[in-house]
């Protein structure tokens, strides 16, 4: 018997062995209470505790062993020879059954003439203590006698057939293998040759896979480079179209700037035409200014000549008077005689002193009109330097209007030559943008061609390793008749 053979075995007699010591101290715990306390009962406990302990170890640490086995037979019938000597009681030979039973599992007639000898044992000792004890009247023993030969020589001859039949079997197992090893030997020669085959094939075929993978890699390395070089190209086409749309956009900026520069232009021209009339007025007007100037001073040397005459008037108004005065004076001396000269005097005198006051009002308004005269020559001065400044920067307004009409004038002229240029640029985006189309199609084709020649080197690889596997698995098997072969 094998270790599994004698795993199952020995689990089946140890379940057997502990139902039999169970049932054993139950009976005698029954009679325990029954018949009493003696010291056979104390035995058989003390032995079912020893038989459970060698069961126990027999199962658990010899459980693949035939040292297993004779434990377990061993501990059973231990407490079965104490249970029959100390029980005293003819039932108990029942429980050699389950013993002779268990040790037919092991198909080995050793084992099985020790539990016979042992239980033939208990029962020679146990008949002799009855024979002794009660003589011949006790009838039962000649069938139990009878009973227990029968299942010794049943017991013993199960055993024998059991063993021939393992015998012949093993016979024919022989002769089955004999036949087995003589194909395997056949196998293992055409497992060889197989293997031989395998091996003067196996350079050849990892040269063409070799051939293959670097036939792939390169598809695949040109698919992906004409699929990157198609990706730059439609990029390069979107920036090529960007440049066109910000060309149109650029060149009609430039349309609209230069649109609006001929007008500023336009309006500049009007400007500086508006900046020489303004200076040609303000020129008149410094001119007016001048003669005003010049009307005034006009004035205020004839204000002073005026009041010259009139302090002349008031000075010969005032001598007049005191001629007057003394001529009165001296037509009172003379007293009726001088009465016509006293009135000629007195007029002369009134009229002195009119002369004096209308001299004294001309000069009051001479003054008034003097001090206006000044306020108004001030004011014409205030005027001229006005004008002046304001020539001045009507001069420099103009200077600034010159140079922006030369600087509108240079932008013009830039922006000719940046339609020029924005022209070409848009001639060449189109070339470009003719000439990516081309090379899209182009590369695109390319691709197409690359992802299936990609596409087919991948079928003829997965054919190649699917025929290599197919190859490698015949070769694994030779190998593993020639080492089954081997093994035999």
């Given at each position: 018997?094998?270790?599994?053979?004698?795993?199952?075995?020995?689990?089946?007699?140890?379940?057997?062995?502990?139902?039999?010591?169970v049932t054993g101290i139950v009976l005698t715990l029954l009679s325990l209470i029954?018949?009493?306390?003696?010291?056979?009962?104390?035995?058989?406990?003390?032995?079912?505790?020893?038989?459970?302990?060698?069961?126990?170890?027999?199962?658990?640490?010899?459980?693949?062993?035939?040292?297993?086995?004779?434990?377990?037979?061993?501990?059973?019938?231990?407490?079965?020879?104490?249970?029959?000597?100390?029980?005293?009681?003819?039932?108990?030979?029942?429980?050699?059954?389950?013993?002779?039973?268990?040790?037919?599992?092991?198909?080995?007639?050793?084992?099985?003439?020790?539990?016979?000898?042992?239980?033939?044992?208990?029962?020679?000792?146990?008949?002799?203590?009855?024979?002794?004890?009660?003589?011949?009247?006790?009838?039962?023993?000649?069938?139990?006698?009878?009973?227990?030969?029968?299942?010794?020589?049943?017991?013993?001859?199960?055993?024998?057939?059991?063993?021939?039949?393992?015998?012949?079997?093993?016979?024919?197992?022989?002769?089955?293998?004999?036949?087995?090893?003589?194909?395997?030997?056949?196998?293992?020669?055409?497992?060889?040759?197989?293997?031989?085959?395998?091996?003067?094939?196996?350079?050849?075929?990892?040269?063409?896979?070799?051939?293959?993978?670097?036939?792939?890699?390169?598809?695949?390395?040109?698919?992906?480079?004409?699929?990157?070089?198609?990706?730059?190209?439609?990029?390069?086409?979107?920036?090529?179209?960007?440049?066109?749309?910000?060309?149109?956009?650029?060149?009609?900026?430039?349309?609209?700037?230069?649109?609006?520069?001929?007008?500023?232009?336009?309006?500049?021209?009007?400007?500086?035409?508006?900046?020489?009339?303004?200076?040609?007025?303000?020129?008149?007007?410094?001119?007016?200014?001048?003669?005003?100037?010049?009307?005034?001073?006009?004035?205020?040397?004839?204000?002073?000549?005026?009041?010259?005459?009139?302090?002349?008037?008031?000075?010969?108004?005032?001598?007049?008077?005191?001629?007057?005065?003394?001529?009165?004076?001296?037509?009172?001396?003379?007293?009726?005689?001088?009465?016509?000269?006293?009135?000629?005097?007195?007029?002369?005198?009134?009229?002195?002193?009119?002369?004096?006051?209308?001299?004294?009002?001309?000069?009051?308004?001479?003054?008034?009109?003097?001090?206006?005269?000044?306020?108004?020559?001030?004011?014409?001065?205030?005027?001229?330097?006005?004008?002046?400044?304001?020539?001045?920067?009507?001069?420099?307004?103009?200077?600034?209007?010159?140079?922006?009409?030369?600087?509108?004038?240079?932008?013009?002229?830039?922006?000719?030559?940046?339609?020029?240029?924005?022209?070409?640029?848009?001639?060449?985006?189109?070339?470009?943008?003719?000439?990516?189309?081309?090379?899209?199609?182009?590369?695109?084709?390319?691709?197409?061609?690359s992802h299936e020649g990609a596409k087919a080197s991948d079928e003829a690889t997965?054919?190649?390793?699917?025929?290599?596997?197919?190859?490698?698995?015949?070769?694994?098997?030779?190998?593993?008749?020639?080492?089954?072969?081997?093994?035999?």
């Amino acid at each position: 018997m094998d270790a599994q053979q004698y795993k199952r075995a020995n689990a089946n007699s140890f379940y057997v062995s502990i139902i039999t010591v169970v049932t054993g101290i139950v009976l005698t715990l029954l009679s325990l209470i029954t018949k009493g306390f003696d010291i056979g009962k104390a035995v058989i406990f003390a032995s079912a505790v020893v038989s459970l302990i060698i069961i126990f170890i027999g199962n658990f640490k010899f459980y693949e062993e035939k040292t297993g086995a004779v434990l377990i037979m061993c501990g059973v019938s231990v407490f079965y020879l104490t249970l029959v000597l100390a029980g005293n009681d003819l039932a108990y030979f029942a429980f050699g059954l389950p013993i002779l039973i268990c040790s037919t599992l092991y198909s080995n007639v050793a084992l099985c003439g020790t539990g016979v000898g042992i239980i033939s044992v208990s029962f020679i000792i146990s008949i002799i203590t009855n024979l002794l004890t009660s003589g011949l009247q006790n009838n039962i023993l000649v069938p139990a006698i009878a009973t227990l030969i029968l299942s010794f020589v049943s017991c013993i001859m199960t055993v024998s057939l059991q063993k021939n039949f393992i015998d012949e079997k093993r016979l024919l197992m022989s002769q089955t293998a004999k036949k087995t090893l003589d194909a395997g030997n056949n196998m293992a020669d055409i497992a060889n040759k197989i293997t031989e085959l395998f091996n003067a094939s196996q350079d050849d075929l990892y040269s063409l896979q070799k051939i293959l993978e670097s036939q792939q890699s390169g598809m695949q390395n040109i698919a992906t480079n004409m699929e990157n070089t198609s990706q730059s190209i439609i990029k390069q086409a979107e920036k090529v179209q960007s440049i066109q749309e910000k060309t149109s956009t650029t060149e009609q900026d430039r349309i609209e700037m230069t649109e609006a520069s001929e007008s500023t232009q336009t309006v500049i021209d009007e400007g500086i035409n508006i900046i020489s009339e303004l200076k040609l007025k303000s020129q008149d007007v410094s001119k007016a200014s001048q003669i005003t100037v010049d009307a005034t001073q006009a004035v205020i040397d004839k204000v002073e000549e005026v009041k010259n005459i009139v302090s002349s008037i008031m000075a010969i108004s005032t001598q007049t008077n005191l001629l007057a005065l003394n001529a009165s004076i001296e037509a009172a001396r003379a007293g009726e005689a001088g009465k016509g000269f006293a009135v000629v005097a007195n007029n002369v005198r009134e009229l002195a002193a009119e002369t004096n006051k209308a001299s004294n009002e001309i000069t009051n308004i001479i003054n008034e009109l003097n001090e206006d005269v000044q306020k108004a020559m001030f004011s014409i001065d205030d005027t001229v330097t006005t004008v002046d400044k304001q020539n001045a920067m009507i001069e420099s307004v103009g200077e600034s209007f010159n140079s922006i009409n030369n600087n509108v004038s240079g932008m013009i002229t830039r922006f000719s030559h940046i339609a020029e240029g924005m022209k070409s640029i848009a001639d060449s985006t189109n070339e470009i943008n003719d000439s990516i189309s081309t090379l899209s199609a182009t590369s695109q084709e390319v691709a197409s061609l690359s992802h299936e020649g990609a596409k087919a080197s991948d079928e003829a690889t997965e054919k190649f390793n699917a025929f290599k596997a197919i190859l490698v698995d015949i070769s694994d098997q030779a190998n593993k008749l020639r080492e089954i072969n081997a093994t035999r």
